[in-house]
């Protein structure tokens, strides 16, 4: 009888964390971006992390040019893209070097053997070959044989070498979705479609594909296999979606709630360009996007749109929000609704253009010329983005006030499962224009005064140019409170200050009390967070809770003005903790304003947090 491979064991897991990395043009954000919709379509819960190279094009086979993506798969609600990888798809020796120290003790590698040849292990700065000298026995490694068994898959189909050559990352996803059972038809059908009027590029990608995963199953280098079930999550219909792409349906819900047309005025920037992108293709919804010359023109056309009556909104990244400022600082004056997007990075000027921070906080608040403030919501998932430009959109039009709306790389980039909400959930927005007179002149005739005040909310009504008989002037001069000339009186200038402030801090009224969770009524230890650092701040408490440990957690949606009860809250705790991206801002805003003693935990790495450092943070506090 003839010998038969041995099926190998299929064990059970409850998550699993993937790292695919390589050259830039290796084409490691696709293949991560298959393997994270193969597990959504299989009802996997999922978390991800690309990460990319600062430069457009590094040179190639060198650390500078890796491009990395890690997504986390469980069968159960997670909130990071996982603290170190399980396995690291290493398509080159760059690759391998850069990536190899966030591996789990004696994790998985998966090579690309081709590519360990001595002039890309030069390039890497190995002297000889880390696959036969021992440095990985720590490791389990599968050195497989990807450039050449694509090209020869390839031949036979009429595909030129170089070209069968790009699609060998479509075999490492075959051989990945067979390692850890994921299904495989969300991805050949992917490619029909992708490249259905390139006949010969969806015909290398398909059989390479279909390699990668026969190679798994025929070579006998596997004794094991791995699945993950699908996850318990609620009833509805699911998307996969990232921070930019929610942001962006957010301001469309937020123009069709408001009855408002959206006109976004954007410059393109890394990492908020995809705004720009996803939004323009959207104009059955009332959606106008203009690509502007520079950011000065992009925020002065998204003004003036909303003084001609849209929603008027720009985006942009950390560079664009200080050349803007003397715009955004206009709209304060001029009390017009706009949005202001900032989806952060490392700074400062150039500094990370691909990597995440959350350093922009303080300019946000304080970056204009004299007293300027605005409000400031921060999204803090990659979903729930989408609630945020809503919310930011409400407060903008109700108050008549630019609103600053912070994001992160990480929240722009990163992918989770979002329940679609029911459309009729959603709170419509009121927008009021002014259509008539409302003041007496000196002559007793009836009057426009621009700034005659809603007694509750102190936003000035907003006028349409062109309506009959409210013509009015705006600019950047100071106004006369109520009739809007210019006046230089000192008074006048101290009145207009006070009511612009006032109306800001009065948001507090309307906004919810403080986002709180963990032990909230006897805790130790307090982690206040802001933005993208939700996911790691929960499950780092959750991790020293299980230990026994008292740990609550706040979470600020609204910066500016603070929640009405953060500082009742904040004095509830002997000690309180604030984990950011930054060097410690939002620590120093609530020790200011509530004398609180908040001690910082600060990361600059262009990486956000994982919730071990989360886990340690909160030991070493609770232990002093």
Do not use: Q
């Given at each position: 009888m003839a010998d038969t491979a041995a099926v190998p064991e299929v064990r059970q897991l409850d998550s699993i964390i993937v790292r695919f990395a390589g050259d830039s043009g290796d084409g490691m954000q696709l293949t991560g971006d298959r393997f994270t919709n193969a597990s959504a379509v299989f009802g996997n819960d999922l978390s991800t992390l690309p990460e990319f190279p600062a430069e457009i094009r590094a040179p190639q086979g060198t650390l500078a040019g890796v491009s990395a993506f890690q997504v986390q798969v469980s069968d159960h609600d997670i909130t990071t893209p996982g603290d170190a990888p399980n396995v690291l798809i290493a398509m080159n020796p760059a690759a391998l070097k850069k990536e190899l120290h966030r591996l789990e003790p004696g994790g998985t590698i998966i090579v690309n053997e081709d590519a360990f040849e001595d002039r890309n292990l030069a390039k890497a700065g190995y002297d000889e070959t880390p696959l036969e000298d021992g440095s990985l026995d720590a490791y389990t490694m599968f050195k497989v044989p990807m450039t050449s068994l694509t090209k020869e898959v390839c031949k036979d189909i009429g595909v030129k070498p170089r070209d069968a050559e790009r699609s060998k990352n479509f075999f490492a996803l075959g051989l990945v979705s067979w390692l850890y059972t994921r299904p495989v038809e969300p991805t050949l059908d992917w490619i029909k479609a992708k490249f259905g009027r390139q006949e010969l590029v969806a015909a290398a990608n398909?059989?390479?594909?279909?390699?990668g995963h026969a190679f798994g199953e025929t070579a006998e280098y596997f004794?094991?296999?791995?699945?993950?079930?699908p996850a318990k999550l609620q009833p509805g219909v699911y998307t996969n979606i990232n921070g930019n792409t929610a942001l962006s349906w957010g301001l469309i819900a937020a123009g069709q709630l408001a009855k408002l047309p959206i006109f976004l005025g954007s410059y393109p920037i890394t990492p908020a360009s995809d705004i720009l992108h996803e939004l323009s293709k959207h104009k059955n919804f009332g959606v106008r996007t203009l690509q502007a010359e520079d950011e000065i023109a992009a925020v002065g056309?998204?003004?003036?749109?909303?003084?001609?009556?849209?929603?008027?909104i720009t985006a942009t990244s950390g560079p664009g929000i200080a050349l803007k400022g003397e715009t955004i600082g206009l709209a304060v004056s001029l009390e017009l609704p706009l949005i202001v997007i900032d989806i952060q990075r490392g700074g400062p000027s150039t500094g990370l253009p691909t990597k995440t921070e959350a350093s922009d906080l303080l300019m946000a608040m304080y970056g204009r010329h004299g007293e300027s403030p605005i409000p400031i919501v921060a999204a803090y998932t990659a979903s729930q983005c989408f609630h945020a430009a809503i919310e930011a959109a409400r407060i903008a039009l109700k108050y008549r006030?630019?609103?600053?709306?912070?994001?992160?790389?990480?929240l722009a980039n990163g992918t989770e499962p979002w329940r679609l909400p029911d459309v009729e959930s959603l709170d419509e927005i009121d927008v009021q224009f002014a259509t008539a007179t409302n003041a007496v002149d000196a002559e007793g005739n009836a009057v426009f005064h621009p700034y005659v005040r809603d007694p509750e909310t102190l936003a000035r009504p907003w006028a349409i140019p062109g309506t009959p008989e409210l013509m009015h002037r705006i600019g950047g001069i100071e106004k006369e409170d109520g009739t809007g000339n210019i006046s230089y009186d000192p008074e006048n200038h101290q009145r207009m200050t006070d009511l612009r402030a006032a109306k800001i801090a009065g948001i507090a009224n309307d906004i919810p009390p403080t986002m709180m969770a963990g032990d909230v009524d006897d805790a130790d230890l307090l982690v206040l967070g802001w933005g993208s650092t939700w996911g790691s701040i929960t499950s780092g408490m959750k991790r020293a809770r299980a230990e026994g440990n008292k740990v609550a957690h706040a979470h600020l949606t609204h910066i500016n003005p603070f929640p009405a009860d953060l500082g009742d809250v904040l004095a509830r705790y002997p000690r309180v903790i604030v984990p950011e991206m930054n060097m410690g801002q939002l620590s120093k805003l609530v020790r200011a304003e509530f004398l609180v003693d908040a001690t910082a935990v600060t990361k600059v790495k262009g990486q956000p947090f994982t919730a071990a450092e989360i886990h340690e943070a909160i030991l070493e506090n609770i232990d002093d």
């Open positions: 398909t059989a390479a594909f279909n390699a004794d094991v296999t791995y699945e993950v079930r056309s998204a003004l003036g749109a909303a003084y001609g009556g849209h929603l008027g006030t630019p609103v600053m709306l912070l994001s992160d790389g990480y």
